[in-house]
């Protein structure tokens, strides 16, 4: 089945600097990648996608590109900001399901 | 409110014992899945559920079962309960079958098992 590996698993960054996040993907396969943010005491929460076909997706300060020969993905957030802080999951999708990576931490300090 | 609707919040209950856990779909969404998050384990994948009808099955143990009515709301149930049972249980929904779209997560069920 698919294997998703996520890193960093905690990350601290400055209010204003830019956060990156990594996954890798086993199963060639899979075609969805999206990511969520999850907040304490709540579900995760989409945020942004990218569909094998496509390399990069922007959407404001987020942005995700995909790399599938090498069957890797990043989430780029520019100047965080402290309501950024939350756990941050990338997810490989294929046949019906999504596999989640571990997650980060991502902490803005102000 | 995503608009998929977890009850109860919260659950406490001793090792042995068995609970049901409900998930009402975002309106429209055909698909329901349930993942398990533990603490130093992210999300697990358990089943998913596609108009009334099985479509993938994760690392559920056969301890556990689901199902789909027709009014498309789901169940949980998790018997024999273990201290190792301990953990967050989510719904989550989609309007496809496939895993070609993002999902939309309840709040979740917080399960305690003394």
């Known amino acids: 089945g698919e294997n998703v590996e996520q890193h960093p698993s905690t990350l601290s960054v400055q209010e204003g600097d830019s956060a990156v996040i990594k996954c890798t993907y086993s199963d060639s396969a899979s075609n969805y990648f999206p990511w969520y943010k999850q907040e304490l005491g709540k579900g995760p929460q989409l945020i942004i996608d990218i569909r094998s076909n496509v390399g990069e997706k922007k959407d404001q300060r987020i942005a995700v590109t995909l790399n599938k020969t090498a069957k890797h993905f990043s989430l780029h957030i520019t100047e965080t900001q402290p309501e950024d802080s939350a756990v941050y999951f990338c997810?490989?999708?294929?046949?019906?399901?999504?596999?989640f990576g571990d997650g980060t931490t991502l902490t803005v300090k102000p | 409110d995503s608009g998929v609707t977890q009850t109860p919040k919260h659950l406490i209950t001793a090792t042995g014992q068995r609970v049901t856990l409900r998930c009402s779909p975002r309106s429209g969404d055909l698909s329901v899945y349930w993942y398990q998050q533990s603490l130093d384990q992210g999300l697990q994948f358990l089943i998913q559920y596609y108009n009334g009808e099985e479509r993938a099955k994760g690392n559920i143990l056969e301890r556990f079962s689901a199902q789909q009515f027709p009014d498309l709301h789901s169940e949980l149930n998790l018997s024999s309960l273990e201290l190792g049972d301990s953990a967050l249980y989510f719904c989550?929904?989609?309007?496809?079958?496939?895993?070609?779209?993002?999902?939309?997560f309840g709040s979740g069920t917080r399960l305690t098992v003394v």
């Open positions: 989550a929904s989609s309007g496809t079958a496939a895993a070609a779209y993002g999902y939309t």
């Open positions: 997810a490989a999708s294929s046949a019906g399901k999504s596999t």
